[in-house]
């Protein structure tokens, strides 16, 4: 039905690469086309408002079997005019994961979820389940807080420990 051509559509404009794509690119093009052009928007709410943001990427055959990335382009649209943030493909791509908040393993694993992906997700263990829920849901800066009061906790729970055991002897 298709569902999986638009996903595809999506995460190539927003990554510039589909993951189930041979080298990520690979096969997307029509074999009669020279090129591909994709374009996705997207409205961020945030305390000042809706904002509506817009990547575009195009895509040329560089040879019988290679296609490569020719433009991309992180627009922030605006009633006032559209403004480019990011024209370079690896800036656009930086742009894409800063304001969604996910990389592309994330966005595959929690928003595409293709077959395999969802029990991928919940055989990840321990460390790879814990950054990943925490990309997710913009928790690093807690866990990291709180990695950093217990790891302090425990330093002064250990001098504590040899200050008691020095009393004793």
Do not use: W
Not at 68 to 76: D, G, H, L, P, T
Not at 147 to 169: N, P
């Amino acid at each position: 039905s298709g569902k999986s051509t638009v996903l595809d559509a999506i995460t190539l404009a927003l990554y510039g690469k589909v993951e189930r794509a041979q080298n990520g690119t690979q096969g997307i093009l029509n074999h009669s086309e020279d090129a591909v052009f994709v374009s996705f928007s997207f409205e961020l709410l945030s305390d000042e408002g809706p904002q509506v943001y817009r990547v575009e990427r195009r895509f040329k055959r560089t040879g019988d079997h290679t296609v490569s990335n020719s433009m991309s382009r992180f627009i922030e649209c605006d009633t006032d005019g559209d403004r480019v943030l990011a024209d370079k493909l690896g800036d656009v791509t930086k742009c894409v994961e800063e304001y969604i908040g996910l990389k592309m393993d994330d966005f595959t694993r929690a928003v595409v979820l293709p077959q395999g992906k969802f029990a991928e997700f919940l055989s990840l263990k321990g460390s790879d389940r814990r950054q990943m829920l925490q990309r997710l849901f913009h928790l690093e800066r807690y866990g990291d807080k709180l990695m950093q009061k217990l790891s302090q906790r425990v330093k002064e729970t250990d001098h504590q420990l040899d200050r008691f055991a020095s009393e004793q002897t």
